[in-house]
């Protein structure tokens, strides 16, 4: 008897990522925390210049402003509880400097465009079609910086809105870099304070609209994380303490699916690699002025050097 389900993934034999990959990773939480991944194995990658976004619109907007280079000026921000913010960025951004404010949402900008001409693959990860519009301006925003409740109207986006961002989407990002493969994806980290069927109706309509718009021939993929999450992880075991978001058991196991599918085997071989390093790096010895610590630690410095050679942009400082 079999007591556990799982979702059968075969190898990408096409657009595959290596070391000469460049990675832009956007979307929510759980883009960060693959993004960690590929910092750790010391991948050329960038995740969320504007901070977690957790719907297509805000994506498709900030996008938008990037290949447009569309700088923000101080009548598009606002001042709320002693700090400044942009609705349409994560709270990571926010400053107690309107000045700096701009000075870091320009720069992001600035970034995205470079990263969005120069990437390789772009992982988009998409969290809720749940989404908040800015009463006063009639705008849909990334975040409402706790500002009062009355100033928003709660929205449910619909499969078709959700579809025809992440058409625009591909199409803005293929106009200047029409030789990027994009992977969707669903956090499997669920927003239960919309409420648990609220959330299923959410999840779902995220799904249903990527499908959509994926054609690996014109290269843009889908990868189930949130399958993995709901079918091969089904028991709490799996989450953490707030039993919504994924631990980090859950992550790796969803990561190792990721690397399986997506990951070459030669790039593999190299990141067991960098793994051994990480351990030695990390190693603390009986003895640190023993003979053997010594040659173990010259050992480590060349196998270091080695790999940076190889590959310029790794760095184990």
Known sequence: MNFHTN????????????????????GSCFSENIGDKF?????QSTVN????????????????????KDYYSEDEIVYHNEQWSSLDAHSRMNS?????????????????????????????????SWVYRHIASDTI???CHKLPQKHFQKELLSVATISESLIAIISLIKSINPKVTFIFTVSPVRHTKDGFVENTQSKSHLVAAIHQVVEPRNQLYYFPSYEIMMDELRDYRFYSSDMIHPNEVAVNY???????VWISETTEITMQHIEMIHKGLKHKPFN???????????KLQSQIKDLCHKYPHFNFD
């Open 141 to 143: 925003v990334a975040n």
């Open 49 to 68: 210049p504007f901070g977690i976004l957790f719907h297509p619109l805000a994506i498709e907007n900030l996008i938008t402003r990037a290949i447009n």
């Open 96 to 128: 107690l400097s309107k000045e700096d404010l701009l000075t870091n949402l320009n720069n992001a900008l600035d970034q995205a465009n470079k990263e969005i001409n120069e990437s390789t693959h772009i992982t988009i990860t998409l969290g809720t």
């Open 39 to 43: 910092e750790y194995f010391k991948f």
């Open 288 to 298: 640190p002025k023993s003979e053997a610590h010594q040659k173990f630690v010259t």
């Open 7 to 26: 979702i059968l993934l075969s190898k990408q034999r096409h657009n595959q990522i290596d070391y000469k990959s460049k990675l832009l990773l956007l």
């Open 254 to 260: 969803i990561w190792e699916k990721f690397k399986h």
